[in-house]
């Protein structure tokens, strides 16, 4: 079985062929965490697409709210540090500034594909930014029981990337952030995103359990980025489902 891992790893902007710097560790030849994921993501990919997968549960519908990400008016929160808001957050979502200090250009529907979201990222300092509708106390009440799964789930692009930019869905329930099955400050390593069969990245399976009931529940992308870092970050289909 070949498996083309380069169409990832090159950059299309080098004659020489050389990697992108997100893709490579610091001697150019060996690949990086993030470029060790994309290249398991294209063969994960390749082999599944040799055998029929039964799932072990059922996704249900999807829960994402409604409209996707198109219009006006969306929340620009600088939570800490200081950020520079430029364009258009679309509707019933939130773009946030964590930490650091970044410059946030904002475009939404209709400039780079119908309902498509596009955040270009340039960070002076190292920071992070999260993105993820702003009601989540009603999606907070579609998962009342403690014994309920949720996997959330956005399609996401990269461009231009500049320095060692790191992104990943994650769920927020009730102010803490979910990275897979782990809270953020209980990692000892990274954890990153699984690919499902229709190209959108998806976090694990996570049971409420002890968070229930929940007064909020949001689908969220986070983007941490080096000091000087740069990309451009489009999301789509955002996907919120609870798996039987």
Request: proline share 7%; with cysteine; aromatic share 10%.
């Amino acid at each position: 079985l070949y498996v083309n891992v380069y169409d990832s790893w090159i950059d299309p902007a080098s004659a020489r062929l050389n990697p992108l710097a997100s893709m490579a560790q610091t001697d150019g030849i060996h690949p990086s965490g993030f470029g060790a994921q994309t290249f398991g993501y294209a063969e994960a990919k390749a082999l599944a697409d040799k055998f029929t997968l039964t799932p072990y549960y059922t996704m249900g519908s999807n829960l994402a709210p409604s409209p996707g990400l198109s219009g006006s008016g969306g929340t620009a929160l600088n939570t800490s540090g200081s950020a520079t808001f430029v364009g258009t957050i679309p509707t019933g979502w939130t773009c946030e500034l964590v930490s650091g200090q970044c410059t946030i250009t904002s475009t939404t529907n209709g400039t780079v594909g119908p309902d498509v979201y596009q955040m270009s990222l340039s960070a002076v300092t190292a920071s992070v930014v999260k993105f993820y509708p702003t009601n989540g106390a009603a999606l907070a009440a579609l998962f009342p029981n403690a014994t309920d799964k949720i996997i959330a789930g956005f399609g996401i692009s990269q461009q231009q990337v500049s320095g060692a930019v790191k992104w990943e869905p994650c769920i927020i329930i009730d102010a803490f952030t979910w990275h897979g099955l782990q809270q953020a400050s209980d990692e000892v390593g990274p954890v990153f995103p699984t690919k499902d069969m229709s190209g959108n990245f998806r976090t694990r399976a996570l049971t409420l359990t002890s968070k229930a009931p929940a007064t909020s529940i949001q689908p969220c992308i986070t983007v941490t980025l080096p000091a000087s870092g740069f990309v451009k970050v489009g999301v789509f289909q955002p996907e919120l489902f609870k798996p039987i």
